[in-house]
């Protein structure tokens, strides 16, 4: 579950607590002034600006919002969240978050309340280590699971589609993303190398790039897959561009437990 980690992280993090967080929040206000406005509008914090920002490597234009950094893909899963399930009801759930997002963390909270738990193998803000090959906790412990852009960083992906389903209670659901841009997946063992791993995949630390036959990769671990993609929230072609809901958005896998 290893992340890229920017430059004003690795600061924040050799920094105190208390020196390092009023640094982050003023940063953040310099962005959302440089980008205030009108035109762009996000889902997640309800909040407009004159663009998203660039994101990525290369840099995508209008990917991430300047305000909370929601990115296409968890605009979609707000919109999804908000308009297809019984995410936002006020009754007693389990939720395990894998690499918290700064964008949801806070918010999943509180919509979840004490069952909320986020987990990373690497990420100090994440409220447990945990490496998802591997979950300590018993079976059929979470109503919700949510794991995004994190099984491409995993080297036996299998195995953590496995955990994942494991720890899923019988009526739970998870949603689970991947860069998902290649027309069936590629991975091979024999790249080994961060560079090689760059020139084949598009990341450093990626092990493989799906594609959207990775729902028959969960349905081969015992996982019920639905392929849900931007148009099924029936948007107007406005508020795909004003949320800046595009190409790089991907897909969301909605998966439930079939039995054994």
């Keep these: 579950m290893k992340r890229r980690v920017t430059l004003a992280a690795k600061i924040a993090s050799a920094l105190p607590p208390g020196v390092s967080r009023p640094l982050l929040r003023l940063k953040d206000y310099a962005i959302a002034a440089r980008y205030a406005g009108t035109g762009r509008d996000c889902p997640v914090c309800g909040r407009s600006s004159r663009r998203f920002r660039p994101f990525g490597n290369p840099p995508r234009e209008q990917a991430r919002c300047a305000h909370c950094t929601a990115l296409e893909r968890h605009r979609f899963v707000w919109l999804f969240l908000q308009r297809k399930t019984d995410f936002f009801d006020e009754r007693s759930r389990r939720m395990l978050h894998i690499a918290p997002?700064?964008?949801?963390?806070?918010?999943?909270?509180?919509?979840?309340?004490?069952?909320?738990?986020?987990?990373?193998?690497?990420?100090?803000?994440?409220?447990?280590?945990m490496d998802i090959t591997d979950i300590n906790y018993p079976d059929r412990t979470f109503d919700i699971i949510y794991c995004s852009h994190v099984l491409e960083h995993v080297f036996d992906d299998r195995q953590a589609l496995r955990e994942l389903r494991r720890v899923l209670k019988e009526d739970g659901w998870a949603l689970l993303q991947v860069p998902d841009s290649a027309e069936r997946t590629m991975e091979d063992p024999a790249i080994a190398?961060?560079?090689?791993?760059?020139?084949?995949?598009?990341?450093?630390?990626?092990?493989?790039l799906y594609g959207e036959d990775f729902a028959e990769r969960a349905r081969e671990e015992g996982f019920r897959v639905s392929v849900v993609k931007v148009r099924d929230l029936a948007l107007a072609d406005a508020e795909i561009e004003t949320m800046g809901l595009g190409t790089a958005t991907g897909n969301i896998y909605y998966c439930t437990k079939r039995s054994p």
């Design 101 to 129: 997002e700064r964008c949801f963390a806070e918010r999943f909270r509180r919509a979840i309340g004490d069952g909320y738990l986020s987990a990373d193998l690497t990420n100090r803000a994440a409220m447990e280590r």
């Design 193 to 208: 190398t961060p560079a090689e791993r760059l020139a084949a995949y598009g990341h450093e630390e990626h092990f493989r």
